[in-house]
């Protein structure tokens, strides 16, 4: 654990309502915690992290990723939501094997640390063994992101199709024992649960069991699959009285003003995904609706099959698709949107947060909260000059500009290099993996 580290005249958007923009700021750090905003910050004896012509904004949390699927980047970059189905669930998700889990999980770990996001809901649904779970935890222990592990099912049919009789595996509560008896870890837990079963019973067994053993719940909701329960999940969910504050829907591209009204009542959060929801048919994103229904979104990648892995493509994503929500439809009427580059900020950091049940530790550069920093060069080809923070951050950065990035205090990535990776090995490592998974290798 690191001493004191000063994060020295970088220009920081706290994302605190009450600290604001702090223009040449300083950060003071201590054992992983922000102890300090302001100008000026003195301080004796501390490791400086030069910020001069850099933006300082808190990491970016992904809420929803499945990161065992980093070996197959780019393998479906124009598939519908039926083609994923069919060639990653179906196909070649049976094919993996823990190493190869492994390999893909720290590919987007450190893919994600790279981009700037700190904090990532790691979506496992590749158990197709206990080892299958412990290879992806121990990928991302050891790539050193803050994560949400969502232990999900096999990709096995028996498991996928509407009507199984499988309920959630039992595996879960040794995952539980086994890797997350203390809050206090940059790992947290989550079931990511399948959705409603026609079978009431497996789905009182599923959120049960997520209740029982402490771990938050996130769930695929609202999208359009023929003839499934999830379509209009959140009003089943609700009829099992299921709802509750510790879940985030994902999606909810056809969820009504009514479901996201029961989901803003129970406390529940959501997650768009912009991009993939668009190129792949989920349906359209729900910006505006959800903030019209007095909910805040966060956002996510989800795959890297079809969607860039960073957080600027989902921002810019997701302000381009709210924006165009509150068109009207009369040429005469004129366009007023309300969503703007900072909201979209905000969905980015501190409303993933939320979603993660973490925003009393993590989403804003607040003193108290664990030190997650991105800084993003402001002075670059494509960010230079600086006119507006914000506009450096969600409208001209990718992950090029993305400096320094420190997780609890750690500095991960220093002057654009990720710190003690081996790219070759992982080149080898994710190399081996997708020609296995693929059948490339035989
Ligand atoms: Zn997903």
């Known amino acids: 654990m690191p001493g004191r580290l000063l994060v020295r005249g970088g220009f920081v958007l706290t994302g605190d309502d009450r600290l604001g923009d702090v223009a040449d700021g300083d950060v003071l750090v201590e054992d992983g915690l922000i102890v300090e905003v302001g100008r000026r910050v003195e301080v004796a004896d501390a490791e400086i992290v030069n910020a001069t012509g850099c933006v300082v ?246 795959v890297v099959t079809t969607v860039p892995g960073d957080m600027f493509t989902q921002m810019r994503a997701a302000f381009a698709a709210g924006r165009i929500e509150q068109l009207p439809d009369d040429p005469d009427v004129p366009f007023d949107p309300a969503l703007t580059h900072r909201d979209v900020l905000r969905f980015a950091t501190l409303d993933g947060a939320a979603a993660c049940g973490l925003d009393d530790k993590i989403g804003s550069i607040t003193p108290g909260k664990d030190a997650d920093l991105v800084l993003i060069r402001a002075d670059d080809i494509n960010t230079m000059p600086l006119n507006d923070p914000a506009a450096v951050v969600v409208t001209s950065a990718d992950t090029s500009n993305v400096d320094t990035v420190l997780v609890r205090g750690r500095v991960v990535k220093h002057n654009g290099d990720l710190s003690d990776v081996d790219l070759h090995r992982l080149h080898d490592l994710t190399s081996a993996a997708r020609d296995h998974v693929l059948g490339t290798d035989s």
């Open 57 to 302: 904004i808190p990491g970016f949390v992904d809420t929803h990723r499945h990161t065992w699927q980093s070996v197959l980047r780019g393998l479906l970059p124009s598939c519908t939501l039926a083609e994923y189905f069919g060639q990653v669930m179906f196909g070649v998700g049976p094919r993996f094997r823990p190493e190869d889990v492994y390999a893909g999980t720290l590919l987007g770990s450190l893919e994600a640390l790279n981009a700037g996001i700190t904090t990532m809901v790691d979506w496992a649904h590749i158990n197709n063994t206990p080892e299958h779970a412990d290879a992806g935890i121990a990928a991302l222990t050891d790539a050193g992101i803050r994560a949400m592990y969502a232990h999900g099912c096999p990709t096995f049919p028996e498991y996928l199709v509407n009507e199984t009789s499988l309920g959630h595996p039992d595996d879960a509560r040794r995952i539980r024992n086994q890797y997350f008896s203390s809050a206090e870890q940059l790992l947290t837990l989550a079931l990511a649960l399948r959705g409603p079963n026609p079978d009431p019973e497996i789905t009182r067994h599923d959120w049960n069991l997520a209740r029982d053993l402490g771990a938050r719940i996130t769930v695929h909701m609202g999208v359009a699959v023929k003839d499934s329960l999830l379509t209009h999940g959140v009003l089943e969910l609700q009829g099992e009285e299921l709802l509750g504050p510790d879940t985030t829907y994902i999606h909810c591209n056809f969820t009504t003003d009514a479901e996201f009204q029961m989901i803003r009542d129970s406390g529940g959060t959501v997650s768009i995904a912009p991009y993939v929801e668009m190129v792949m048919g989920h349906g359209r994103p729900p910006v505006e609706r959800v903030l019209h229904n007095g909910l805040q979104p966060s956002l996510s990648a989800d």
